[in-house]
């Protein structure tokens, strides 16, 4: 694939990114979301979010105040007891690094207009609204520059518009917008951005860079430290570059050093947070969750009525498609991408849960869509070259399946696509409509979540009320 530096710039893929942004914009105004209590700092998010009313409301990262209300601990707080008896935060603090900018300007905001400063009143459910917007402006201003060195401007803009509006990256950006996948992809997209360039020279400033994101990609969640195969493998064609490529990193040892060095200090405040609260540096928050790397759930994982991968985000079957085709057309990518990918997938769906609980689709991989819009770019590239009817088969069939997306994210809010107990009776019962069946209760079977902690076989579960 000839890099498009040369290409006359069309301008698409700057409409193509305002487009995204107004879309998620105008989505956040036009709801109302942060008026709500129950939304933007909800669920899992409370734990993310956890952090920042510890330190700068109740002044006690300990989280002793909660033995004093113990009401606090269901309503805003959902800590794990440690074995010093001492109250943890469940989840690492990466994404509260990334909300602290805007807490600290909602925070003044709340008092200056007469809000409770608690944390959790609408200034901060607004502002924070807004975070996610602001860090999907940048990843997307980044990825855009990733693919600008191989593709047409055209081509640049359809996989933006695709990787957005036509995955479930649509819906984590802005219904459930302050969940962590949304600024995952995004710092994904800024480190390869930082990738790009440090092969390119490397130096100093790129790689403090690459030791930031890389340190606060792994603190939001440890397994996306997977993303480090990249580096190691890009430029990788055969045995012959994968000796130059060591040779490469022999040489700058010095560097590669700033990189894990900067990735540590990340980490530090974490570290010292376990051992203030657990009395150890590194500490298992999870409790009994865990991994099952000898019993994935690859297949439910990809296809399955439940969560499956291709089924409710199929944007994403072009763009493993167009992994193949990198082996010809860009090959410093097919092994990187390949090998990330399925990596990847295995880790993901060995999780104890491997339907991640309530929510649209796979959520864990959309953080990877950043990687994948590059495959996806080049089936893009490649069929524009083709004669008409190749051409029309590939945009037409990626038109169709982001028009899927659109709808099925519409019908994810009008609960016509269950959480978490989807079966195939559910989903073609549901399939293109907007009103829910008589019978959709009892379509619909819920996990069995404490036989999967067991990693036992799955027990199909019975059909529960309607709260999420």
Known sequence: MTPS?????????????IVILMTMAAHDITFDYWKDPHKIIFWDVLNYYAYLPAIYVHNDISLGFLDENPSLRKEQFWPHDTPTGRHVIKTTMGLAFL??????????????????????????????????????????LCLKKVLERYFSDPVVALALVSVTLGTNLLHYSTYEATMPHSYSFSLFSMWLYLCLKWHDRPDSASSIGLGLLSGLIS???????????????????DLRSLKERALLLIKNWPLLTVIVMTAIAVWIPQMLY???????????????????????????????????????????????????????????????????????????????????????GLRPVIESYSIL?????????????KRTAVKAVVLTTAFIVLALNIFQTHQYRLHLIHWDGMTARAYWAV???????????????RPDYDSARLGLKEVKGK???EVH
């Open 463 to 465: 059909a529960q009320s």
């Open 431 to 445: 399939l293109l409509r907007l009103e829910k069946p008589d019978n959709f209760q009892e379509l619909i079977e």
């Open 373 to 385: 819009s590059i495959p996806l770019a080049v089936l893009f590239a490649v069929a524009l070259k």
């Open 219 to 237: 603190l939001i969640r440890p397994t996306n430290a997977l993303v480090g195969i990249l580096f190691v493998l890009w430029g990788v064609t």
């Open 5 to 17: 530096h040369s290409s006359r710039k069309t301008g698409f893929s700057w409409a193509a990114v």
């Open 274 to 360: 376990w051992k203030f609260t657990a009395g150890t540096f590194w500490f298992y928050s999870y409790g009994n969750e865990r991994f099952f790397f000898d019993r994935p759930h690859i297949i439910q994982g990809l296809f399955g009525f439940r969560k499956g991968w291709l089924l409710y985000t199929p944007m994403m079957a072009l763009a493993l498609a167009g992994i193949g085709l990198l082996y010809k057309h860009l090959r410093e990518w097919f092994y990187p991408i390949l090998i990330f990918t399925v990596l990847n997938v295995y880790v993901i769906l060995s999780w104890w849960s491997w339907w991640y609980g309530g929510g649209f």
């Open 99 to 140: 909300y602290a900018p805007f807490f600290w300007v909602a925070h003044p905001a709340a008092q200056m207009l007469g809000y409770p400063a608690d944390g959790f009143s609408g200034p901060y459910r607004f502002i924070l609204m807004f975070s996610a917007l602001f860090y999907l402006a940048a990843g997307l």
